[in-house]
């Protein structure tokens, strides 16, 4: 059983370009979480989203950055216009859903912003 | 607001004493909690976790302890080992949601 799978796992821009950070939840989980990690720091709740849904938004600046999690395929999360104060690691995790708590996190992407 | 303490951000152990970890959090309904441990560039792994309907639970030389009136939670390592050394995430789900708050990390070493 595959566990949390993200790509890339390093991602290199520069200012102004966009950055799209994929995540494949482990077979039969439907609930994924983003994360950003600064160096030295803790886990920074982004996104909850359920398949086809965003639960949860309010850790995601309100501009730039966007999560989806379609019905078919990954969870994609989008940074437009990067800037270099984006540059982290992004992780993502997932859970089975309703009457579990557990995550379960996948190896991250780092994000470098040039 | 929602938000958890954690203390001491660095701690450093010889191998085969024990290191306890303590966190503080904000949501008094919060009724989940859960351990993590992060090595260098990889990913967090849980580690134990405990919910508000016990006070203590215990997993070989892990344990974690929960006081809600105090809203504090604490890990506990008995005979450290080397690899045990890693940074140590608590983290608290905020009541009503699937939202999880993690502490700062704890960055432990244990001396050989």
């Known amino acids: 059983n595959a566990g949390v799978m993200q790509n890339p796992r390093h991602l290199v821009r520069r200012r102004g370009q966009e950055a799209r950070l994929r995540c494949s939840p482990m077979k039969g989980h439907s609930h994924v979480y983003w994360y950003r990690q600064l160096p030295e720091e803790g886990l920074k709740f982004m996104v909850y989203l359920q398949k086809e849904n965003i639960i949860d938004e309010s850790g995601m600046p309100k501009e730039r950055f966007s999560a989806e999690f379609p019905k078919e395929g990954p969870s994609i999360l989008r940074i437009q216009q990067v800037v270099r104060g984006d540059s982290a690691a992004y992780f993502c995790?997932?859970?089975?859903?309703?009457?579990?708590?557990?995550?379960?996190f996948g190896p991250g992407t780092r994000l470098t912003v040039l | 607001g929602e938000n958890v303490e954690q203390h001491p951000s660095t701690l450093s152990v010889q191998e085969g004493d024990s290191a306890v970890i303590k966190c503080t959090y904000s949501d008094s309904a919060s009724n989940y909690f859960p351990w993590y441990k992060q090595e260098l560039g990889k990913r967090p792994q849980l580690i134990i976790d405990?919910?508000?309907?016990?006070g203590e639970k215990k997993d070989q030389r892990i344990a974690v302890t929960l006081n809600k009136t105090a809203k504090h939670f604490s890990l506990h390592i008995t005979e450290t080992q080397p690899e045990d050394s890693a940074v140590y995430f608590c983290a608290f789900r905020v009541s009503g949601t699937y939202k999880y708050i993690f502490g700062t990390g704890t960055r432990l070493k244990v001396l050989a």
């Open positions: 995790a997932s859970s089975p859903g309703t009457g579990s708590d557990t995550q379960y």
């Open positions: 405990i919910r508000s309907n016990v």
